[in-house]
């Protein structure tokens, strides 16, 4: 690490949440199974369940605002074959996502971000992955910046990306807002960025991953499908937060393995 990297991980902001215990729990697409994925139900249930963080994901409608949803198309989530960002506001609402598998929440819509943030109380903080690069741009990066408010400037909302460059660019035209990479590729991380998502085998073949990342200032959230299975050793690791599709079921192991450790 040169001497600008340490100044800058001196001086870097930190991921913060007062009073809740690390690891931290995640809502993966909000409580993603036990309601339709991105969904102001699985957002709601995530938070009825005690998630620290939600994570969601984000596109750019055709009228500039911004809306929650994974991929690209509807076709998986909702049956229309029609791209995200071919929609505005007013057609996206008279859309509904598929049922859960268990047929609840029959009518849900895919919500925009602005109805996260007002459903998300002030001190739990969002995560939002930016699946559109137009985001980088001045005028969508200005419309997310306007609907987070103070989130953005009190370090309680992190947009996170595959594109490492994207999140450079909005560092640049946002110092105040918290960025994270989603490390697929390497087992080294990156020194840029507040937080890092490294895909989990990258713990095993770096054992000081977490423990250099803390060095930086950096918080540590795997991406793993499996995370009950790995759980124990992401304890011994002390990442700094654990993302899950169901909050609940995740809080209670880990109080399950701490009670045997």
Not at 45 to 54: F, T
Not at 94 to 105: N, V
Request: glycine share 6%.
């Amino acid at each position: 690490m040169g001497l600008s990297d340490a100044v800058a991980a001196v001086t870097r902001p930190v991921l913060t949440i007062p009073g809740r215990p690390r690891p931290w729990i995640m809502a993966h697409r909000g409580a993603s199974d036990l309601a339709p994925e991105n969904s102001i139900a699985a957002f709601r249930r995530a938070l009825q369940d005690g998630a620290d963080l939600i994570e969601t994901d984000l596109w750019c409608l055709a009228d500039g605002e911004l809306a929650c949803m994974h991929d690209p198309t509807l076709a998986r989530t909702v049956g229309d074959p029609r791209h995200v960002t071919a929609l505005d506001r007013r057609a996206l609402a008279r859309l509904r996502l598929r049922p859960h598998s268990d047929g609840s929440a029959a009518d849900e819509r895919v919500p925009l971000l602005d109805e996260l943030v007002a459903l998300a109380p002030a001190h739990v903080p969002l995560v939002l992955e930016l699946k559109d690069p137009r985001l980088g741009e001045p005028r969508p990066l200005r419309r997310l910046l306007e609907i987070l408010g103070d989130r953005a400037r009190e370090r309680r909302a992190a947009v996170i990306a595959f594109d490492l460059g994207l999140l450079l660019r909005i560092r640049e035209q946002a110092p105040g807002l918290l960025t994270g990479h989603i490390a697929s590729r390497s087992p080294w991380g990156n020194e840029h960025t507040d937080m890092l998502g490294p895909y989990w085998p990258h713990l095993l073949l770096n054992p000081c991953y977490v423990r250099t990342a803390h060095r930086r200032r950096q918080r540590v959230c795997p991406l793993d499908p499996g995370l009950h299975r790995r759980l124990r050793r992401y304890l011994a690791l002390d990442v700094d937060a654990v993302l899950t599709n169901d909050p609940a079921a995740t809080r209670a192991e880990i109080e399950r393995v701490r009670r045997e450790r």
